[in-house]
């Protein structure tokens, strides 16, 4: 640096700041957070008059709008250029909104419980902190409480990424008339948790059967030995590690801190990119976000056919519809008779997609639109 020439200030990257800047610098941040907390609280009136307008009854779930919730969080993400990262900034304007939508009374949202799941985890990611999760031990029981009106949404699993479809799912919409309203998707990291301190100590491990398969690899290399014990979640399998001596569970960090447990060993699911994708279900149909997805539950006027299957999905190709999952399941009304789960991109309203599907269903012996709802958004 030439002599005399003035230096940066003590803001510059990798400088110390002065004890002077760091007033200044604090003094901004209380500034910024006086804003923020002006301008969070013109929202909420905002949308309290958006509740106003809708709902003669001012319940939360009378104007709660998926659609649009999506469309605020694509239109942060396309904003954010740091250093926030997306996922952050996508969690944050989901807690506004969870907030400012809870003013009157805050969504009911089932999930399959207890308390420490990974649906609970789904729930928040979808709904926000501000929204009575009800935790249950069964996804049938999810179902039921959403078509009682006890609970204004349910989120149930669906698929998982390395071990596929939660068939149970899929079956509750054979017989119930709930509709899907979203989905989430979840990444899964598994710790393996227990009341000892060393992984020699456990006898046991306890933890749901998708958690157990996603994890094999790792149970295969470092306790071959140890017995493997299915259980109806994995915070029921948290619950026995905390009650059993020699009993560990696989299960995510919540249900370490809720039940007390140690951590033994930190991200054991076999592959990185292990994903859940769970379903948002309540009582009917929203608008188009703008990036949506329809899912059908239809079936081929004859299963027995050659190229039935082919006929009944043709209208999709020919409107330029793209499917992106297909899963079969048996209608339980006879032997060797099937139904077909679809999913394909797009919202029934769009003009393409209801032109296929308008073709698909008078081609096919059952036609139902399970949902046109928002694709996940992260």
Excluded at 245 to 256: D, F, P, S, V
Aim: charged share 30%; aromatic share 6%; net charge positive.
């Amino acid at each position: 640096m030439k002599k005399g020439r003035r230096r940066d200030s003590g803001a510059r990257r990798g400088v110390k700041p002065s004890a002077g800047d760091l007033t200044a610098i604090r003094d901004k941040i209380d500034r910024i957070d006086t804003d923020i907390q002006s301008l969070l609280n013109e929202r909420a009136r905002c949308a309290q008059q958006v509740g106003i307008s809708k709902s003669a009854s001012g319940k939360a779930v009378d104007y709660y709008r998926p659609e649009r919730e999506a469309q605020v969080l694509r239109k942060a993400l396309d904003r954010n250029q740091g250093p926030l990262r997306d996922e952050e900034v996508a969690r944050l304007f989901r807690e506004i909104m969870s907030a400012c939508l809870a003013q009157q009374e805050p969504l009911k949202v089932a999930f399959l419980g207890p308390e420490g799941t990974f649906s609970q985890s789904a729930v928040h990611k979808q709904f926000g902190s501000s929204v009575r999760a009800l935790p249950l031990p069964a996804i049938d029981e999810v179902f039921r409480e959403v078509e009682r009106g006890d609970a204004d949404f349910g989120v149930v699993p669906i698929e998982n990424s390395s071990e596929g479809t939660v068939n149970h799912t899929l079956d509750m919409f054979l017989i119930s008339p709930l509709k899907i309203c979203g989905e989430v998707e979840l990444r899964i990291n598994h710790h393996l948790m227990g009341r000892m301190g060393r992984i020699v100590d456990v006898k046991r491990i306890c933890a749901h059967p998708q958690s157990l398969a996603q994890c094999r690899g790792w149970l295969d290399e470092h306790v071959p030995e140890v017995e493997r014990i299915p259980a109806a979640s994995n915070a029921e399998g948290a619950r026995r590690a905390r009650d059993e001596r020699g009993t560990a569970a696989i299960a995510g960090r919540a249900a370490a801190e809720i039940y007390g447990l140690n951590l033994l060993a930190t991200d054991i699911e076999d592959r990185p990119d292990n994903t859940t994708r769970f379903l948002v279900i309540g009582p009917k149909l929203f608008n188009a976000s703008g990036v949506d997805k329809t899912t059908l539950l239809v079936s081929a006027a004859d299963t027995g056919g050659a190229g039935a299957l082919f006929r009944l999905l043709e209208p999709l190709a020919a409107h330029q519809v793209n499917m992106t999952r297909i899963e079969s399941r048996p209608s339980r009304k006879r032997k060797w008779d099937y139904v077909f789960f679809i999913d394909i991109e797009g919202h029934v309203s769009e003009p393409p997609v209801a032109a296929a599907l308008e073709s698909l269903a008078s081609r096919a012996s059952l036609f139902k639109v399970l949902g046109s709802y928002p694709r996940a958004v992260m």
